[in-house]
T-cell receptor, first 114, second 121 residues
Framework: AQKVTQAQTEISVVEKEDVTLDCVYETRDTTYYLFWYKQPPSGELVFLIRRNSFDEQNEISGRYSWNFQKSTSSFNFTITASQVVDSAVYFCALRRASYDKVIFGPGTSLSVIP | GAVVSQHPSRVICKSGTSVKIECRSLDFQATTMFWYRQFPKKSLMLMATSNEGSKATYEQGVEKDKFLINHASLTLSTLTVTSAHPEDSSFYIC?????????????????FGPGTRLTVL
C-alpha cells in the first residue's frame, strides 16, 4: 500500500526562523516519485518540487531545500528565514512509477508570524 | 505553459439540483485528467481518473452515479454532481497530466486547476 504521512498538523514560527516540514512515505515500489505542493489560502496548488526515487541528491532552491533519504523513507522540506508569505498548507505527495495517481499526505499548515 | 482552468470558481446551488464543473487544459492536450475533492482543513482525496474517450475510473467509495465524469476531448473534462446535497459541499480540484513532459528530472508533470468551491444549500 502507498501512504504519505505528515506528522505535523500545524506549525507556527516567527518570521525569519527556519522551519522543517516532515514527510514520511510508504511504498513497496523501487521506482517512484515524490512531490511537495504549497496551497495558500486562495486554494490553488503550487508545485514546488518533484524528486525521483533513484536520485537522492538534495535540492536547494532559494530559501527552500529538500532532504530525501530513502533509508528512512523521508522527504523533508526546510524553509530558511521564513516569511509571512510562506504561510500556507504544504502537502507531500507520492506517485508510483507506472501509475498516474498522486497520493497526498494530510498536509501541514504553516503559520509564519510577523 | 501548462495551464489548467476550472469553471466556475464558485457555485452555490439548491439541494437536489445538479452542478457541472469544467476542467480545461489550455495549452496542452491531456489524455488523462484527475478529479480531487478537498474538505476544509483536509487533504486532497482522489475521486476519479478521467481518460479521454473512455469511462472514468472511480476510487473506492466514490459513487459513480452521483459524480458523473465526462472526458469528451483532449482538453476538457467535466464533473457533474447530480442531485446535490449539503454534504456534497466541498472544494473540487482537477488536474491534468501533460504527456509531452518527460518523467525525468525535477520538472512538474501534473498541473492543477484553481479549484471550484461548491456550496449546496
Amino acid at each position: 500500500a502507498q501512504k504519505v504521512t505528515q506528522a505535523q498538523t500545524e506549525i507556527s514560527v516567527v518570521e525569519k526562523e527556519d522551519v522543517t516540514l516532515d514527510c514520511v512515505y510508504e511504498t513497496r515500489d523501487t521506482t517512484y516519485y515524490l512531490f511537495w505542493y504549497k496551497q495558500p489560502p486562495s486554494g490553488e496548488l503550487v508545485f514546488l518540487i518533484r524528486r525521483n526515487s533513484f536520485d537522492e541528491q538534495n535540492e536547494i532552491s532559494g530559501r527552500y531545500s529538500w532532504n530525501f533519504q530513502k533509508s528512512t523513507s523521508s522527504f523533508n522540506f526546510t524553509i530558511t528565514a521564513s516569511q509571512v508569505v510562506d504561510s500556507a498548507v504544504y502537502f507531500c505527495a507520492l506517485r508510483r512509477a507506472s501509475y498516474d495517481k498522486v497520493i497526498f499526505g494530510p498536509g501541514t499548515s504553516l503559520s509564519v508570524i510577523p | 505553459g501548462a495551464v489548467v482552468s476550472q469553471h466556475p470558481s464558485r457555485v452555490i446551488c439548491k439541494s437536489g439540483t445538479s452542478v457541472k464543473i469544467e476542467c480545461r487544459s489550455l495549452d496542452f492536450q491531456a489524455t488523462t485528467m484527475f478529479w480531487y475533492r478537498q474538505f476544509p482543513k483536509k487533504s486532497l482525496m482522489l475521486m476519479a481518473t478521467s481518460n479521454e474517450g473512455s469511462k472514468a475510473t472511480y476510487e473506492q467509495g466514490v459513487e459513480k452515479d452521483k459524480f458523473l465524469i465526462n472526458h469528451a476531448s483532449l482538453t476538457l473534462s467535466t464533473l457533474t454532481v447530480t442531485s446535490a446535497h449539503p454534504e456534497d459541499s466541498s472544494f473540487y480540484i482537477c488536474s491534468a497530466r501533460d504527456p509531452g513532459r518527460g518523467y525525468g528530472g525535477v520538472e512538474n508533470e501534473q498541473f492543477f486547476g484553481p479549484g471550484t468551491r461548491l456550496t449546496v444549500l
